[in-house]
């Protein structure tokens, strides 16, 4: 077997590795990680794996609230859970993760593109508005559910944000027999529904109401854009029909 390297740190190293570790935690909240879940995931990297009291530690964050880092990290796809006791945290090599994250924001700007050459020939959409504050957001994510009719897509990364505000909403739609189909991250509670499938490291929420209406939204739903535009509201609603399509884990029903 290989000798385990060994290395020695001067107190200078030391303050320049964690100089770096706020820098990264920084960069990775952009793509929607809570500061708590940069820390932990930065920390589990550092340690190749291990208890959440470990990973803790070194992240320098409150043992209570790694827990819930974690425990989202595992469901947005960023870490893997030992099934041994006690259980381990395992962190998604960045690798595999950025391959990921490349992959969706390749087929989000190749839709881009689709809908910039549809206008092209049928002429230029009708505006898209923009909201900003989570608060606006999340009612008028709201708002859309209760005024859809007979079909509604959602997928979120923080569904279960959604789900508690607005659980009685999708009670609500299924009454009026609205078609609701939902992508959410692994082990998250989902709202009541038509069919779900579940997938990892998403980075926006999109939603499609009656093919005639679209929103996507931030990570963080601290911002979003939404038209009344059907060719838009089309192109994004076939985009999360191909999501739905794939082999992801499966869900039917809530």
């Known amino acids: 077997m290989p000798e385990k390297s060994t290395a020695t740190f001067t107190t200078?190293?030391?303050?320049?590795?964690?100089s770096n570790f706020e820098s990264l935690a920084g960069?990775?909240?952009?793509?929607?990680?809570t500061n708590y879940e940069?820390?932990?995931?930065?920390?589990?990297?550092?340690l190749g794996s291990g208890r959440a009291e470990e990973v803790a530690e070194l992240a320098r964050v409150p043992r209570t609230s790694a827990y819930k880092a974690m425990d989202s990290l595992v469901a947005r796809g960023f870490m893997e859970r030992s099934d041994d006791r006690?259980?381990?945290?395992?962190?998604?090599?960045?690798a595999v993760l950025i391959g990921r994250l490349r992959g969706d924001l390749e087929t989000t700007f190749d839709n881009i593109a689709?809908?910039?050459e549809a206008f092209k020939t049928?002429?230029?959409?009708q505006v898209i508005y923009m909201l900003n504050g989570r608060d606006r957001v999340i009612s008028k994510i709201g708002e859309?559910?209760?005024?859809?009719?007979?079909?509604?897509?959602?997928?979120?990364?923080?569904m279960s944000v959604i789900r508690k505000h607005h659980g009685k909403l999708f009670e609500r739609a299924l009454e009026r027999n609205v078609e609701i189909l939902v992508i959410a991250p692994p082990f998250v509670k989902l709202p009541k529904c038509t069919q779900a499938v579940r997938r990892r490291a998403q980075i926006a929420t999109d939603l499609v109401m009656d093919g005639e209406e679209a929103l996507i939204a931030s990570a963080d739903l601290g911002a979003c854009g939404f038209t009344d535009n059907a060719l838009l509201a089309g192109h994004l609603e076939?985009?999360?029909?191909?999501?739905?399509?794939?082999?992801?884990?499966?869900?039917e029903g809530s």
């Not at 200078?12 to 964690?18: C, R, V």
């Not at 029909?241 to 499966?250: A, F, G, T």
């Open 12 to 18: 200078s190293d030391l303050t320049a590795k964690l």
């Open 27 to 33: 960069e990775l909240e952009k793509i929607g990680l």
């Open 38 to 46: 940069a820390r932990c995931y930065l920390g589990a990297i550092a």
């Open 86 to 94: 006690p259980k381990r945290f395992i962190p998604v090599d960045p």
């Open 114 to 116: 689709g809908i910039q």
């Open 122 to 125: 049928r002429g230029a959409p």
């Open 144 to 158: 859309m559910i209760g005024r859809t009719k007979e079909r509604l897509i959602i997928s979120s990364p923080n």
């Open 238 to 251: 076939g985009f999360l029909e191909i999501v739905m399509s794939e082999n992801w884990e499966r869900v």
